[in-house]
């Protein structure tokens, strides 16, 4: 059988080397490592959510819960690196290959109107998930929305015998129905199924967009600056993504 191995390089930059950047690189540095770090446990946990396979309800309904969570998040998060990389684009000269990194990502983001598509509509529905549904619960716009449980024949849940296994299915389904709505009103097209997996197509190419973006501004800018030490390399075995709730490496 073989087996899934990734190979980890250490990279050590120095009190020295840090001192050859200036501040806002500092700050990108910190902020962008964080960012991609939670993109990258994020997208893991959502693609294990995605293709785990059970058969009693309840478990289903669980992972439903995880769908909801980690899309929402991750939508939030995505959008939060957006307005971050169009900070430091205006703040002034990047590198080619980030140069090329940020066109691409602005143009699916803004839909170039050349592209005869709703204008900027992905940026939108980001949006609208982030100060709605995973950073904020804006209060006035779930009043305007209610009439989505005059739609629903039922609310239910589970309520296990430790709050910790509590799995609130009806909201799931709301929260779903909200973004499903709001992405009709940006005029994306087809059924509850197809509206979730092009949610999901648009997931899994931002984050990849960012993933490059924030790892070419690591090598681009901090890396090229400071010439970091190489301190070690190793491999692991790791799991398939299957599996991944216990480890945090895998094979995607």
């Not at 939508?75 to 691409?104: A, Q, Y």
């Not at 799931?172 to 979730?196: E, I, P």
Request: charged fraction near 25%.
């Amino acid at each position: 059988m073989k087996r899934n191995i990734v190979t980890l390089k250490e990279i050590v930059i120095s009190k020295t080397d840090m001192g050859k950047l200036r501040n806002s690189e500092r700050l990108n540095l910190v902020v962008l490592s964080s960012m991609r770090r939670d993109l990258t446990v994020l997208h893991k946990f959502l693609i294990y959510a995605t293709q785990a396979n059970y058969k009693k309800r309840a478990a289903q309904d669980g992972i439903l819960a995880m769908q909801v969570f980690l899309i929402t998040s991750l939508m939030g998060k995505i959008h939060e690196m957006f307005v971050w990389m169009e900070s430091i684009t205006s703040s002034g000269w990047l590198p080619l290959r980030l140069r090329k990194d940020v066109c691409r990502i602005s143009k699916y983001f803004r839909n170039n109107r050349r592209l005869k598509s709703n204008n900027d509509r992905i940026l939108q529905l980001f949006a609208f998930v982030r100060n709605n549904l995973s950073f904020h619960y804006a209060r006035r716009k779930f009043e305007k929305r209610l009439w989505v449980l005059n739609e629903m024949s039922s609310i239910n849940m589970w309520l296990a015998d430790d709050s910790y296994n509590d799995v609130f299915t009806g909201v799931d389904t709301v929260v779903l129905h909200l973004m499903f709505d709001q992405m009709r009103q940006l005029r994306f097209r087809g059924s509850k199924k197809k509206l979730f997996e092009t949610l999901l197509s648009i997931l899994v190419r931002t984050t990849g967009m960012f993933l490059d973006y924030s790892g070419d501004y690591l090598a681009e800018v901090i890396l090229k600056n400071t010439r970091p030490k190489l301190a070690r390399k190793t491999k692991l075995v790791v799991s398939h993504s299957s599996k991944l709730a216990t480890s945090f490496f895998c094979k995607i």
